[in-house]
């Protein structure tokens, strides 16, 4: 079984920052693309940032330029580090990373629990 663990939200006033971080434990050979999503009240989850093992990276355009995803390979983990946060960056976010167990070629892909993050004005 794979498990992703996030840590690292809370309360900040708008203009503040927050860092996300997410570990991946379980029995893994390879991990490839590993992602944030949020989820606001009333809303569809959506994309935040997305990396993949090589290291290139995909924004959504409402976090461009204030958030930035990474991620340390040896420990399964990556990260997102939220600059000049808005009230509207108020949601639940959420982790996933897509997984192949050892003994399988395939990739699956996993979600954290998620953590929330709440930004007032």
């Known amino acids: 079984q794979v498990q992703l663990v996030e840590s690292g939200g809370g309360l900040v006033q708008a203009g503040g920052s927050l860092r996300l971080s997410c570990a991946a434990s379980g029995i893994i050979f390879s991990i490839n693309a590993m992602g944030w999503y949020r989820q606001a009240p009333g809303k569809q989850r959506e994309l935040v940032a997305a990396?993949?093992?090589?290291?290139?990276?995909n924004y959504a355009d409402s976090v461009k330029g204030r958030f930035t995803i990474s991620r340390d390979n040896a420990k399964n983990t990556v990260y997102l580090e939220m600059n000049s946060l808005k009230p509207e960056d108020t949601a639940v976010y959420y982790c996933?990373?897509?997984?192949?167990?050892?003994?399988?070629?395939?990739?699956?892909?996993?979600w954290g629990q998620g953590t929330q993050v709440t930004v007032s004005s």
């Open positions: 990396i993949v093992s090589g290291g290139r990276t």
């Open positions: 996933n990373a897509d997984v192949a167990r050892y003994g399988s070629r395939r990739y699956d892909t996993y």
